[in-house]
């Protein structure tokens, strides 16, 4: 049931693949992926809880592999359990991962950048990795450290908030009143236009070899975001360089 990935060029740790014919980066909806059971749990947990979450994801992951073409990575905030989930979930024969925990991570920097750059180097070249839950200014950053593909179902969740997803801001229009009046299935179009648009425009770069001039661009969007990207060049500057042109 796996879908073939293809790598066609990077720009640095960043893709550009084809699944099934599809550019990546690229966004997936729920509803056209068969995502394996698992059992999902808090970030901030106990050790012995991770660990029974894990053992039950990769069972019900290598009890439905026939008929699944999607695995989740648990393992809450310990770095070796998403290793360790990662890596036995490939044995079954997947090759495409949703990182679970992905609001948590939004708001944790550092573990961000250690988990999604420790299952990059540690994942199969075939592989590939979807990032369920994301803020639009933060797509760029996350595609330059290596996600292949975002959540369309995001821009729902944001809709239900009245929360305006732009590729530089997130307006909660209770507080910012950008339209007089708007419905949530307005809004919710609204963010997936600019899901796609940021989409378009993360190709544009990497095809012109400057995803890290808008990574920088939007890394002053939030607060996380420049964090991310200050930590990120503090602590894996090899990683960055491996697959960044030198001119």
Request: some cysteine; aromatic content about 10%; glycine content about 4%.
């Amino acid at each position: 049931m796996i879908r073939k990935f293809e790598i066609k060029s990077h720009d640095g740790p960043g893709r550009i693949g084809k699944i099934e014919g599809e550019l990546t980066p690229k966004l997936f909806s729920k509803k056209d992926l068969k995502i394996a059971p698992n059992e999902g749990s808090a970030y901030n947990i106990d050790r012995e809880i991770a660990e029974f979450n894990v053992k039950e994801t990769l069972r019900l992951a290598k009890e439905n592999v026939d008929e699944c073409d999607i695995a989740v990575i648990q393992g809450s905030k310990y770095l070796d359990l998403r290793v360790k989930c990662l890596k036995e979930l490939e044995e079954i024969g997947y090759n495409g991962f949703i990182i679970a925990n992905a609001d948590s991570l939004l708001t944790n920097p550092r573990d961000l950048v250690e988990l999604v750059v420790n299952l990059k180097k540690q994942a199969k070249k075939t592989s590939y990795f979807i990032f369920p839950f994301t803020e639009v200014s933060f797509m760029p950053i996350l595609t330059y450290m290596g996600i292949d593909g975002f959540m369309v179902d995001s821009a729902n969740y944001y809709s239900h908030l009245n929360v305006l997803q732009t590729p530089t801001k997130a307006y909660d229009l209770n507080a910012y009143p950008i339209y007089d009046e708007i419905s949530q299935e307005e809004l919710e179009k609204k963010n997936i236009e600019y899901m796609e648009f940021t989409i378009r425009e993360i190709h544009a770069h990497m095809k012109n070899r400057s995803l890290r001039n808008l990574v920088e661009e939007r890394s002053g969007t939030t607060p996380q975001n420049i964090s991310t990207l200050k930590i990120l060049d503090r602590t894996q500057m090899d990683y960055l360089l491996e697959y960044t042109q030198l001119f």
